[in-house]
């Protein structure tokens, strides 16, 4: 009888140690879930901003008459006047 209570016993403590490790298992899963959540919130909310920076960019640039008709144009020199040097013999 002694035996089967101890036995018993043990089945208990092992059952309360299960409990236990389920119950931190879902403790970190659920912050786990808090921080991917806040993480997600974040990344939407810059990608919000940089698309209201870049619209008021846009805005702007179709305001801007000169804007429109300004080109880029690259300068370019001759290799050949710069390797130019003066001989100073």
Not at 20 to 49: F, N
């Given at each position: ?17 299960e ?16 921080l991917a959540?806040?993480?997600?919130d ?30 880029v ?5 001759p ?5 130019r ?5």
């Amino acid at each position: 009888m002694l035996k089967q209570i101890e036995a018993l016993e043990a089945d208990l403590h092992s059952g309360h140690a299960e409990v236990a490790t389920y119950s931190e298992l879902v403790r970190r899963h659920t912050r786990t879930e808090q921080l991917a959540c806040k993480v997600t919130d974040d990344h939407v909310a810059e990608i919000y901003r940089l698309q209201a920076v870049q619209e008021a960019r846009m805005a702007r640039k179709l305001k801007d008459p000169v804007a429109k008709k300004r080109k880029v144009v690259a300068l370019v020199h001759p290799r050949a006047a710069t390797r130019r040097a003066v001989a100073s013999n």
